[in-house]
């Protein structure tokens, strides 16, 4: 090249480059909603601690049919749910609370502490979210009681 040339940029790579950078300048932060965050179950049992070991998230979508309450059961880990449809009654069987959750709604669950589920005039689906550790059950059926579901993985 000599001293009198010169580069010619086509047109669309310039708009290609500065349609690049634009797009970069409009990235942002997701929105969220916290909804579940405590220090205690839903019945106001403080958390004592976390299990021991190595690390072990559990997720579950559950599905309870209408009119259908669950067999009594503890948790040995700390959990919490949201519902996605229908409403989930949480029993306390020593002191007979109950609270209602319903579609749209979170909750922590108790741990050690013998409970269940009731659903309502619909199916109540939910996920659930256990912190636990490998060969730990995520729920444990009172003596006589069948299991809370079929597997506990």
């Known amino acids: 090249m000599n001293k009198t040339s010169r580069w010619i940029i086509p047109?669309?790579?310039i708009l290609s480059l500065l349609a690049s950078t634009l797009h970069a300048q409009s990235v942002s932060s997701a929105n969220v909603d916290v909804l579940a965050k405590s220090d205690s179950s839903?019945?106001?049992?403080?958390?004592?601690?976390?299990?021991?070991?190595?690390?072990?998230?559990?997720?579950?979508k559950m599905t309870i049919p209408a009119h259908t309450a669950l067999p009594w059961h503890t948790h040995p880990v700390p959990n919490a749910g949201?519902?996605?449809?229908g409403q989930l009654t949480i029993e306390d069987r020593a002191?007979?609370?109950?609270?209602t959750f319903q579609a749209g709604q979170a909750f922590t669950e108790s741990v050690n502490d013998v409970?269940?589920?009731v659903s309502g005039n619909q199916p109540t689906v939910l996920i659930i979210t256990y912190s636990g550790t490998p060969g730990?059950?995520?729920f444990v059926?009172?003596?006589?009681?069948?299991?809370?579901?079929?597997?506990?993985?």
Not at 49 to 60: E, F, H, I, N, R
Not at 82 to 85: C, E, H, K, N, P
Not at 95 to 99: A, I, T
């Open 42 to 60: 839903w019945n106001g049992v403080k958390y004592q601690s976390y299990p021991k070991g190595q690390p072990q998230l559990t997720v579950l």
């Open 95 to 99: 002191s007979g609370k109950k609270q």
């Open 82 to 85: 949201y519902v996605l449809s």
């Open 11 to 13: 047109p669309m790579a």
């Open 115 to 117: 409970h269940r589920g």
């Open 136 to 138: 730990v059950p995520t």
């Open 141 to 153: 059926p009172v003596k006589g009681e069948k299991p809370e579901y079929e597997s506990s993985p």
